[in-house]
């Protein structure tokens, strides 16, 4: 635990401010102080349950946002060579095939899109 605590297991917790002494560390709400490392979200909790529902929220806001990146993403991927692109093209007779290019699309249908298409 003191590793995960840099050194030191005196630490503030994420959600009331207060100085604790952390004890565990855990993915799961314990009632005394603890290390909480989620998603991308690590925070150190007094074990009050108020404190540990501020944490879990921040971490469903960060994978919200994360879901809604790659989103972004995908619809934008080259569905060929599966670069990012800031306009992609897309099949105009499915529809369902997004391209960065005319080359991407041509090389597409003559491998493998001309027969699921």
């Keep these: 635990v003191k590793i995960l605590c840099g050194g030191d297991l005196t630490q503030k917790c994420f959600g009331c401010s207060q100085d604790i002494i952390v004890l565990y560390a855990s993915y799961n709400d ?3 102080p603890f ?3 989620g998603f991308n979200t690590k925070a150190y909790l007094c074990g009050d349950e ?3 529902t501020k944490v879990i929220i921040r971490n469903a806001h960060v994978l ?3 879901g809604k990146i790659v989103a972004a993403a995908d619809e934008n991927t080259c569905d060929y060579c599966f670069l990012v692109c ?3 093209h897309r099949c105009t007779k499915c529809l369902s095939k997004y ?3 005319v080359k ?3 090389d597409d249908w003559l491998e493998v899109h001309k027969l699921v298409c």
Excluded: I, L, T
Aim: with cysteine.
């Design 50 to 52: 108020d404190c540990f």
């Design 104 to 106: 991407c699309r041509d």
């Design 64 to 66: 919200g946002a994360c």
């Design 30 to 32: 314990c009632k005394v």
């Design 99 to 101: 391209y960065c290019g």
């Design 86 to 88: 800031v306009k992609v």
């Design 35 to 37: 290390f909480y490392q």
